[in-house]
């Protein structure tokens, strides 16, 4: 899936990952309105209007990307309806040919790992028969309670040929509280502090070294746009890691800050941009296309992000 997902940027000139991360404050009134008559102010009535919304957008930026990433939280908060939207909604991005990431941020025991990586990735045994459960091609993981959390998901990768990406440098503004702590190294580097964030990248490229695809690995890291300068650092430890890369417009990060995540090749980086994109019709810049074209101002917000880093990839030489 690595190989596909790189393929995909080449094909549309695009590192681009669209988060579809809906609250009902995004979708507008038009389509709450016909969910709502539908099925009324249930958790049912909800999911449909995001439903709606998130078939909307895809419908509009679909062929301008490779990638979606759906926030499993934002479905969640709406029940059992609200993981049916989440399922249909990587269901139908898949047949539009987009590459799935689910944004699932799941890592525990060994058992339970095992049971989220089957769960997203993988089959799960149902009597003589072997089914899929959400099937995305990505999940990201959390690798802070270790090797047993993670192993599970990268063993599922091997026999689907699918990925993960492990968090290592998030962009949220106290991921410093931990992240950025001095920890004494326990191998080449022992006795030498660094921040934990660095250990831990070099963790993701010694499991992605058994794990390749044909340039890259199947085990990427999410390292977050609003800290570039730990970006260099990581994407030196982590050569062969795919870097997707959170905070990108509404978090304040900008395509000047993006360079260091990519390799001189243009590559080794996607850049994700959630309610920049998808609820761009809210923003002053794309007022104009008004709450009926909502579709069309993500769109537009689409093209001029993939102008910002096209710009400031060709600024860097």
């Not at 934002?74 to 249909?88: D, L, S, T, W």
């Not at 028969?129 to 990201?140: A, M, P, Q, Y």
């Not at 000047?256 to 810049?285: C, K, P, T």
Request: charged letters at 25%.
């Amino acid at each position: 899936m690595i190989n596909k997902l790189v393929e995909k940027i080449k094909k549309t000139g695009a590192p681009i990952v669209v988060g579809l991360d809906p609250t009902l404050k995004f979708v507008p009134e038009h389509i709450k309105k016909a969910a709502f008559a539908e099925y009324g102010e249930t958790m049912k009535g909800a999911a449909e209007a995001v439903w709606q919304y998130n078939k909307a957008i895809v419908d509009a930026i679909y062929d301008l990307i490779p990638a979606v990433k759906p926030q499993i939280a934002m479905y969640e908060q709406f029940g059992v309806e609200g993981m049916i939207a989440f399922q249909k909604t990587a269901s139908y991005c898949k047949e539009k040919g987009l590459v799935v990431i689910g944004d699932v941020k799941r890592g525990d025991i060994g058992s339970t790992s095992e049971a989220y990586a089957v769960g997203h990735l993988g089959q799960v045994q149902v009597g003589s028969t072997l089914c899929r459960g959400f099937d995305e091609d990505f999940v990201t993981v959390n690798p802070y309670l270790g090797s047993d959390g993670v192993k599970p998901f990268i063993k599922v990768c091997g026999e689907e040929k699918k990925g993960i990406f492990v968090l290592v440098k998030t962009s949220n503004p106290s991921s410093g509280e931990f992240q950025d702590r001095l920890i004494k190294g326990t191998d080449k580097k022992a006795g030498e502090e660094r921040p934990l964030y660095e250990i831990v990248g070099e963790q993701v490229a010694a499991w992605g070294a058994e794990c390749m695809g044909d340039s890259y690995s199947y085990v990427g890291a999410v390292v977050g746009a609003t800290y570039p300068e730990q970006g260099k650092i990581l994407r030196k430890i982590m050569p062969k890691a795919y870097i997707l890369v959170p905070g990108y417009g509404a978090q304040g990060g900008k395509g000047a800050d993006l360079v260091h995540f990519f390799n001189e090749d243009g590559l080794g980086a996607i850049v994700n941009s959630s309610r920049g994109i998808i609820a761009a019709y809210q923003q002053e810049q794309y007022a104009g296309y008004g709450a009926e074209h909502f579709a069309d101002a993500s769109r537009a917000a689409v093209l001029d992000m993939k102008e910002d880093i096209a710009q400031a990839l060709a600024a860097r030489g």
